[in-house]
């Protein structure tokens, strides 16, 4: 499952009923994955061309640090884009952008002054290209990695069905 689709509470369930799980994390909101396992110097694993993992264990949790190249180059160019258009508008007048979400992430506001926040963009480059799973499988990181990837595929034929079908309210006349 998606990162949005889990909680402690979902996943508690999950273990409850005895099911087993793969489930992406949300790296920046929870600490333990923020501050332990995104911090942990075990070596990456090849699985393909483009794709890296580590296993990192806390306790009973199995986490799965996956890392994608080609992935973590989009990341850094797309955060260097923001932070170049962030400084021409802080250099125009700040008022007129910070209701968007993406400049907030690297603005700190000091007395009425708006400032990037070096630091917070320094910081954020520990997430370029990496996701984290979490599963209670036996699969090796490797299989557990491949089969979150193959994800994508069933949301596409998700979409496919449901935008063939075209639900919408039946009327029936007499």
Not at 2 to 11: E, L, P, T, W, Y
Not at 51 to 75: F, P, S
Not at 138 to 164: C, H, M, P
Request: net charge neutral.
């Amino acid at each position: 499952g998606d990162r949005g689709m889990f909680n402690a509470k979902v996943i508690e369930r999950i273990e409850e009923l005895k099911l087993e799980y793969i489930a992406g994390v949300k790296m920046r909101q929870d600490w333990d994955v923020k501050e332990i396992v995104l911090e942990n110097r075990a070596p990456f694993e090849t699985v393909t061309e483009n794709l890296k993992v580590k296993l990192v264990e806390l306790g009973e949790e199995r986490h799965i640090v996956c890392r994608n190249e080609e992935e973590a180059k989009r990341d850094q160019a797309v955060r260097e884009e923001i932070v170049s258009e962030l400084r021409e508008k802080i250099a125009k007048g700040p008022r007129k952008m910070i209701g968007n979400t993406g400049y907030r992430r690297y603005v700190r506001i000091e007395k009425d002054a708006l400032h990037i926040d070096e630091e917070k963009i320094a910081s954020e480059k520990k997430f370029d290209g990496i996701y984290v799973l979490r599963t209670n499988t036996d699969l090796s990181e490797k299989e557990a990695a491949l089969a979150y990837t193959g994800l994508w595929q069933e949301e596409r034929a998700l979409r496919e069905i449901k935008t063939n079908l075209r639900i919408r309210p039946e009327y029936l006349v007499r």
